[in-house]
């Protein structure tokens, strides 16, 4: 049975740095590619960020470049989400998500999501 727990959300001020963790369990690892998704109040939820686990490939998207770096330690089957530079706009749930391949598409297994909020 795949599995994903989150951790690492919390309250932070503006400006400061949260690390999410997504632990994995359940599947290969190395075939799959983990994602972290988020969703704030009465908006869309987006994909925030990709890592292929197999090659190391790793996406995230625009509104978080240069603040948000993901990356694995294969070893302990967990993704990490460093986040520095937090702002407002950045507070949602985070889920984690994975899909077997190389994309992340959220159409395989979901985590339970962590809270993330950012005060001003």
């Known amino acids: 049975e795949v599995q994903l727990v989150e951790s690492g959300g919390a309250l932070v001020q503006a400006g400061g740095s949260l690390r999410l963790s997504c632990e994995a369990s359940?599947?290969?690892?190395?075939?799959?590619?983990i994602g972290w998704f988020r969703q704030a109040p009465g908006k869309e939820r987006e994909g925030v960020s990709c890592?292929?686990?197999?090659?190391?490939?790793?996406y995230v998207i625009d509104s978080v470049k240069g603040r948000f770096a993901v990356s694995s330690d294969n070893a302990k089957n967990t993704v990490y989400l460093q986040m520095n530079s937090l702002k407002p706009e950045d507070t949602a749930v985070y889920y984690c998500?994975?899909?077997?391949?190389?994309?992340?598409?959220?159409?395989?297994?979901w985590g339970q999501g962590t809270q993330v909020t950012v005060s001003t």
């Open positions: 998500t994975a899909d077997q391949g190389w994309v992340c598409l959220g159409r395989g297994s």
């Open positions: 359940g599947f290969t690892f190395d075939d799959y590619a």
């Open positions: 890592i292929s686990i197999g090659d190391g490939v790793t």
